[in-house]
């Protein structure tokens, strides 16, 4: 313990993978010098919570970009410490800044530059294939097409159709 006190290093960071703590200090030369700041479109597309900028920027525009709990435009600068809410693809994402980068890094690196706030996602729902037909049986009857629409709640629940006595 001495020793990593005199050496300055922390022990969390000794634990880092050689190539990722590579990655990381590629990323950080990459990015703004010390006290500047970073555009929240390209940060956070940079750290992979979006897949591109533009996507990025349209989420800034529709308010779905929120920073320190205010909307803000593509351009709003970003500072170490800010928590930044991303809803995206049904999912709220609460990230607080760790590192600045402007360049787009390896999802090991991204992990490094955030922390990650966000509720768990919801359970994928095991969806049963309905209407699978075994092969060579050939075309479906009418009454196995209707008896496939029940299934999927397309008729009604099996409730005859209106007009019709």
């Not at 922390?10 to 190539?19: I, Q, Y």
């Not at 050939?138 to 709640?153: H, V």
Request: aromatic letters at 2%; glycine letters at 10%.
């Amino acid at each position: 313990m001495a020793d990593e006190q005199e050496s300055g290093r922390d022990p969390v960071e000794t634990t880092v993978d050689p190539a990722v703590a590579a990655a990381i200090a590629a990323a950080e030369a990459a990015g703004p010098a010390d006290g500047a700041s970073v555009r929240v479109d390209s940060w956070i597309w940079a750290v992979r919570l979006i897949k591109t900028r533009s996507l990025g920027a349209t989420a800034c525009k529709g308010g779905h970009v929120r920073v320190n709990g205010q909307n803000v435009k593509p351009s709003h600068s970003l500072r170490i410490g800010d928590e930044v809410r991303l809803r995206h693809e049904g999912r709220e994402r609460i990230v607080v800044v760790k590192r600045l980068i402007r360049k787009r890094v390896g999802a090991p690196v991204a992990v490094q530059c955030y922390v990650d706030n966000s509720p768990p996602p919801p359970p994928r729902e095991a969806v049963a294939p309905i209407g699978i037909r075994d092969r060579g049986t050939g075309r479906p009857t009418k009454r196995d097409r209707r008896d496939l629409e029940r299934l999927r709640g397309l008729m009604g629940g099996g409730a005859e159709r209106p007009g019709r006595h």
